[in-house]
């Protein structure tokens, strides 16, 4: 993705061309070997970070005219610091391996123009007093051009993390190999919220076709044509979000005793399947992994005023607490003629509910969200719009 944003963008190309020493790491645009002069007026070399606004592959016009600064406070030649740039100091984790010690703020009157305008002007700024103690000392370093470049899972930047900072936080979730099993309703909010994550590798498990009923309770809109060739849901989903994440791997089966084998290597797993021997079995399976893993379910009941309530269930299990589970936390037998969601009631907006708190308690567990209760059971009631906790270690 670097090599070719360079090659699609002329001031990205432009850098390059005028020997900065510039790469884009995750989401990031870095000049390195900035020379400036410290507070004892000794000439040393730091690194630029600004982030990137992005139309696919296209640059944008920079948003943002601050930016990151790995390094000492920078100097004039008499060791006196430079004011004019001061923003912000505090230790920064931009994530990618990336520090950044300060912030500066320099806006042009009318903004800058592009990125070559923008980090060329700051390393000017940077590297002109280093150059008065050491003639011919540049950020024109004339190197960087032929580095190997780190396959991302996305096919395009993902912009929005270094907007707010949460790089660092979206690493924590880059070696995770996550099945979902069971991708109808709930199962596919769950994918769409977890495609836009940095992880190594997402796995779809399902046996069933995407039918016009299926439309109506997944995220995005099937065109009519799409719906007469009735793919397999984990070929059709696979289809519109590989568009985004590289690695999403299908699997059209049911899970059972002989095919439990492919849930090998997965580090997390989302289980959206119905009720039955069959969840049984992949639980038992799971847990033999060591792999955690969230249930979610769903409870729907059709009042005498005709209007529906019901209980959304998110159960959490870990290594270090599963005894819940089997205690009757998880079900594995059906709701039963009273529970209308067994009859493929449309409720798309419980289903994005109940994968938004699986995914939320799924990114606590990895240390992206805060934690406190640490909680491995919740319940949410639509009479009243109750959430409920319980089950910690």
């Not at 498990?205 to 809109?221: C, I, M, Q, T, V």
């Not at 009859?343 to 109940?354: G, K, R």
């Not at 491995?376 to 409920?388: F, I, K, N, V």
Request: aromatic share 8%; net charge negative; with cysteine.
């Amino acid at each position: 993705m670097s090599q070719k944003l360079f090659s699609l963008n002329p001031d990205l190309a432009r850098l390059r061309a005028d020997g900065y020493f510039v790469r884009v790491e995750g989401n990031l645009l870095v000049m390195r070997e900035v020379p400036y002069v410290d507070s004892q007026r000794q000439v040393r070399t730091g690194t630029l970070v600004s982030d990137l606004n992005l139309a696919g592959d296209r640059t944008c016009r920079p948003e943002n005219h601050v930016i990151h600064w790995d390094g000492d406070f920078p100097c004039n030649a008499n060791g006196t610091p430079l004011p004019a740039i001061a923003h912000q100091s505090a230790n920064t984790d931009l994530g990618y391996g990336l520090k950044a010690r300060h912030s500066f703020s320099n806006k042009p009157l009318q903004g800058y123009t592009d990125y070559h305008h923008k980090m060329s002007t700051y390393a000017t700024i940077l590297a002109g007093p280093a150059n008065v103690l050491k003639p011919g000392m540049s950020p024109r370093v004339i190197r960087g051009t032929d580095e190997e470049e780190e396959l991302s899972v996305f096919n395009y930047i993902d912009t929005a993390s270094s907007r707010v900072g949460l790089g660092a936080l979206a690493r924590k979730l880059e070696n995770e190999v996550v099945g979902i099993l069971g991708v109808g309703g709930t199962g596919s909010y769950i994918l769409d919220l977890v495609a836009k994550t940095p992880v190594k590798e997402i796995r779809l498990y399902d046996s069933d076709e995407f039918l016009s009923h299926n439309a109506f309770r997944a995220p995005g809109a099937p065109s009519l044509e799409e719906l007469r060739e009735a793919p397999k849901k984990v070929d059709y989903l696979q289809g519109i979000y590989s568009r985004m994440h590289r690695n999403i791997v299908p699997h059209a089966v049911k899970l059972e005793v002989q095919t439990l084998g492919l849930l090998d290597g997965i580090t997390f797993a989302f289980i959206s399947m119905d009720a039955g021997e069959e969840k049984r079995a992949v639980v038992t399976k799971l847990e033999a992994l060591g792999v955690p893993f969230v249930d979610v379910g769903m409870g729907l009941d059709l009042a005498a005023n005709g209007s529906l309530g019901g209980i959304l269930r998110v159960t959490t299990s870990t290594p270090e607490k599963r005894d819940h589970v089997h205690a009757g936390r998880i079900s594995f037998e059906g709701g039963g003629g009273q529970d209308v969601y067994a009859s493929n009631i449309q409720v798309a907006d419980l289903n994005a509910l109940n994968a938004c708190l699986a995914v939320v308690k799924w990114k606590k567990l990895r240390g992206f969200y805060r934690d406190l209760e640490n909680e491995h059971h919740s319940t949410y009631t639509t009479d009243g719009g109750m959430l409920l906790n319980g089950d910690q270690p």
